[in-house]
């Protein structure tokens, strides 16, 4: 396997999000559900921009999309509830 087909971790696949979220006020979170899939949490911090989070199924998208480079896929999205769409 080269470095170009070597697989990213989840935390790599995901490093962008994590860092748009923060500069909202969110922290992105992950852990798997079983060996092949992960659940993505977001929790909002005081102060957290309300009107900046997508819904959810555009979330799920996103965050599927961006794993694609990792062996996982996603499982789920999970939002904070004052966000669920």
């Not at 992950?30 to 949490?41: K, M």
Request: one cysteine or more; charged letters at 20%; glycine letters at 2%.
């Amino acid at each position: 396997m080269t470095e170009a087909t070597k697989p990213q971790t989840v935390d790599e696949a995901l490093q962008q999000f994590t860092d748009m979220m923060a500069a909202d006020g969110y922290v992105l979170s992950w852990e798997p559900s079983d060996p092949q899939r992960i659940v993505v949490r977001i929790d909002a911090t005081e102060g957290a921009c309300a009107d900046c989070l997508v819904p959810v199924n555009v979330m799920e998208a996103i965050m599927a999309k961006a794993l694609e480079p990792t062996p996982y896929a996603l499982d789920h999205v999970i939002l904070p509830a004052e966000a669920a769409h």
